[in-house]
């Protein structure tokens, strides 16, 4: 029995057990994994582990894979220098390449660990190198600019410096106590060479500022550059207000931090949860001020670390404490609005950093990978929050204050004047499901107005909505939070063999004589449903070409006519029970556009769904997994089918 068949059974016995104590019938109760339950819980929460043990020389188990994909959403991926750069140019990103392409194929963000530490972080050839500070310098950029331009566009988050402060975090003078040496010994090579940098308020060390600078300049205002710390998750954490600080002074001087790190390892002692930094029990209330805080600043934190581990010998009691805690933890985090992530410092005790017998058995699934308590109270305590979704789970002012008015683009974002997006809900477009939307959808798209923002909502529409010129980006608030939908029983739209579109990007001069290219167009971010009694609708008619083609059905019908690109990896993924048909096209896979180890990606992958690939020219091929089955091969003929 593999390990999601175990998992599965687990579940379906512990909610017979549950059942039988509520009076509720247990066949009603079916697995549900944690991703799919937070996002009823919260759909913008992001829930994922550090991915040890999916590394290609570990994979021993094809099971974790599958328990990755179905229960997290996010993936950290280590990028320690020490074992990714064992000397000025031979970086090894073997792991790191395939972890990314996992995470890309099944839908996950992708947050790096990290990008600069102290000493233990640091290869010896480099802590004792002899290094100048210029020569450290130009160093450390080689390496940020290496690893964010070989993912760029790929990765969502990054921890740009880990573990900056000591001690309190703060001196008696109110100066902040930087680590200078590591906690097992070793000079802090980056803080004693690079010395310090004085700001207009403020003093830090310049690796410190230097690092984010960088990662800003080459990763763009798209990635996450963030600040991680331990011992830093409540007010009575040795560095809880010091490291809180810290971003608000970096922020205050104009260093791009874009939001806080807090770790979050805890023990097992006497029968309480301790922290790991003070080793006293953790105070929930101070873990709930310090991130209430947070929301105060406008810093977004994120729990990037969290395990609980337990001493040798853990009894049944040991482990159900343990589960009650995990499940305590998640829900103070989902509660908390500062709080944009949840992660486990790995997901399975087998490969946890801790598996010593001292600190060990810290995880999710047991050494066995079989689901612990810590896992399965999660879910139970998931499953009791999803009925009040519906509601806002963060707490609401006291009935005596009003509630403060929301700041301009609080509906979801806020893009700046000079963005060059436009608000559909500026231009008449109202979203509430029952009012029909097409014409100010359609003033949207007309114009100059090449990026359109759909705010939360269901929009309802009676016509296609078309865009036509080049570089048209289309951007919702999240599949579960914007939706386009068409009226039931809608005109035009119930002969099937006449199909029309909901959305249709088409550029008109293609057929014309004309150069029609229609290049960099994108819909992100939002779903399209058909409605009912529209036989003949389809959601989507894409027109694809040239470069940086790159669609993912991960539900619903979809279409694409005239598929022609250049780009390197996967070009359509079909998931989630998805349909999509392409039609006609041609593929460029000699272009120089393979992969960094020399590589030719599939051009196509079909996971769990159906997926029809007809008339492509080219070198093309497909990847397809049916029945829990991975086989690959070419579309030869340029016919491929693979129903679901």
Known sequence: ?????????????????????????????????????????????????????????????????????????????????????????????????????????????????????GSEYTPKWVNEGGFSAEALHRLMRERITTILTRYQGRIHYVDVVNESLTGKGRKPDGQFEWQERAYRGGAHVWFQTLGMYQGKKHQFPRYLVEAFRIAREVGGPGLKLILNEWGNETTKSPRGHAFLALIQALKEEGIPVDGAGLQLHCRLKDGQLHGWANNQPFDFDAFDAMLKLYAQAGIEAHITEFDIHLG??????DFELQGKYYAEILRH???????????TWGFTDRHSWKADGIDGHPLLLDENLQPKPAYLRQVEMLRSLAPEASKSIAPSPPASQPAPAPPKGADSVFWPEDSGYVNVKT??????????????????????????????GTYLVSDTITATPKRYFIQGAGPGRTVIRLKDHCPGFDDPSRPKAVLQYWDQRFGTGSNGQGFRNSYGDLAVEIGVGNRGAIG??????????????????????????????????????????????YIYRNRGRNLPDGTTPNAFINFEASLSVCGIAGDSSVEETRGGQNRTGSIGGGLYVGRK
């Open 1 to 117: 029995m593999n390990l999601i068949a175990i998992f599965g059974l687990a579940l379906a016995i512990e909610a017979a057990s549950l059942a039988a104590e509520i009076g509720t019938p247990a066949a009603s109760a079916t697995p549900e994994f944690l991703a799919a339950l937070t996002r009823k819980v919260r759909p913008d929460f992001l829930l994922g582990s550090f991915a040890s043990g999916l590394e290609p020389n570990r994979r021993e188990d094809p099971s974790l894979a599958d328990f990755f994909r179905r229960n997290f959403n996010i993936m950290t991926v280590g990028i320690y220098m020490t074992g990714t750069q064992r000397g000025r140019d031979a970086f090894n990103f073997e792991n790191t390449d395939a972890l990314i392409q996992f995470a890309e194929r099944n839908h996950l963000q992708v947050y790096l660990h990290p990008m600069i530490g």
């Open 312 to 317: 040798a010998n853990p009894t049944s009691q």
């Open 333 to 343: 985090a989902l509660q908390a609005p500062a709080v944009k992530s949840f992660k």
């Open 427 to 456: 231009l008449g477009a109202v979203g509430d499901g029952k009012t029909d939307d097409t014409l100010a959808i359609q003033r949207a798209y007309a114009g100059k107005n090449r990026a359109v923002y759909f705010p939360p």
């Open 540 to 585: 989507i008619l894409y027109f694809l070409h040239n470069l940086g083609t790159h669609v993912r059905c991960t539900g619903g019908l979809f279409w694409v006519l005239g598929l022609k690109t250049e780009k390197a990896g996967a070009i359509v993924e079909v998931t989630g029970g998805g349909q999509a048909e392409i039609l006609g096209g």
